[in-house]
C-alpha cells in the first residue's frame, strides 16, 4: 500500500511492562510524527524526525517514553515501565520534507494497559 | 502554548443539511488545516489554506482562514452519511511543523 502503516494496530499490556510501536512512514517521505490521541480528544504531538534525528522530542511526556528512526524510514516508539494513563492510540504520520504541513497519518495503534 | 478551540463540540443533523463549525485560536496561525477522523481510522486532509482571508472548496466542503489569523470556519454542503465522523482543525506552530490540533467537532447524521 501507499499509506502510512502501523503496527500492531491493537496492544493490551500490563502495568510496568514495556512495549514497542512500529511506524513505516510513505515511501521518500522524510519526516515522521508521533502523536497521541486520548479519548475524545485531538491529537497531541510527541516527536518528530527529520532524517534519522530527532528534530523535535518536546512533545514526550517524561523519560519512559523513547522513539528512534536508525535508517531514515521506519521509526519505533518505546514505552518502558507502562502506566494505565499511557492508554490511548498513537498515531504516526509522515510527510514529504520538514517543511510541509501537509501530514499524512497512519490508522494509529490503540494501546490499552490494564 | 497555543490552543485551539473548535465549535460546536458535537452536531446531531439530518441527512441533506447543511453544517458549519469553526475554530478559534489564542495566537495567530500562518497555516490552517482541516482533517476527518472515522472510527478506527487516522486523520485524514481535507482542506488547507495558507493565507489570511482565503476561501477554498473541495467538492461539498468550503473552508475559509480568518482575518485576524485567528480562527477558520468550516461549511459542509448537503450532507451526506458518509460525513459523519470527527473534524479537526490544526495549524502547525511557528518555526517547525509539529501540529496543534484542535478539541473536534462530531458530527452524527440522524435517520
Known amino acids: 500500500g501507499a499509506g502510512v502503516s502501523q503496527t500492531p494496530s491493537n496492544k493490551v499490556t500490563e502495568k510496568g511492562k514495556y512495549v514497542e510501536l512500529r511506524c513505516d512512514p510513505i515511501s521518500g517521505h522524510t519526516a515522521l510524527y508521533w502523536y497521541r490521541q486520548s479519548l475524545g480528544q485531538g491529537p497531541e504531538f510527541l516527536i518528530y524526525f527529520q532524517g534519522t534525528g530527532a528534530a523535535d522530542d518536546s512533545g514526550l511526556p517524561n523519560d519512559r517514553f523513547f522513539a528512534v528512526r536508525p535508517e531514515g524510514s521506519v521509526s519505533t516508539l518505546k514505552i518502558q515501565r507502562t502506566e494505565r494513563g499511557d492508554s490511548a492510540v498513537y498515531l504516526c504520520?509522515?510527510?514529504?520534507?520538514?517543511?510541509?504541513?501537509?501530514?499524512?497519518f497512519g490508522p494509529g495503534t490503540r494501546l490499552l494497559v490494564l | 502554548g497555543q490552543q485551539l478551540n473548535q465549535s460546536p463540540q458535537s452536531m446531531f443533523i439530518q441527512e441533506g443539511e447543511d453544517v458549519s463549525m469553526n475554530c478559534t485560536s489564542s495566537?495567530?496561525?500562518?497555516?490552517w488545516l482541516w482533517y476527518k477522523q472515522d472510527p478506527g481510522e487516522g486523520p485524514v486532509l481535507l482542506i488547507a489554506?495558507?493565507?489570511?482571508?482565503e476561501l477554498t472548496s473541495n467538492g461539498r466542503l468550503t473552508a475559509q482562514f480568518g482575518i485576524t489569523r485567528k480562527d477558520s470556519f468550516l461549511n459542509i454542503s448537503a450532507s451526506i452519511p458518509s460525513d459523519v465522523g470527527i473534524y479537526f482543525c490544526?495549524?502547525?506552530?511557528?518555526?517547525?511543523?509539529?501540529?496543534?490540533f484542535g478539541t473536534g467537532t462530531r458530527l452524527t447524521i440522524i435517520p
Open positions: 495566537s495567530i496561525f500562518n497555516t
Open positions: 489554506l495558507y493565507k489570511a482571508g
Open positions: 490544526a495549524g502547525p506552530n511557528f518555526g517547525n511543523e509539529k501540529l496543534t
Open positions: 504520520a509522515s510527510s514529504l520534507t520538514w517543511d510541509q504541513e501537509t501530514q499524512y
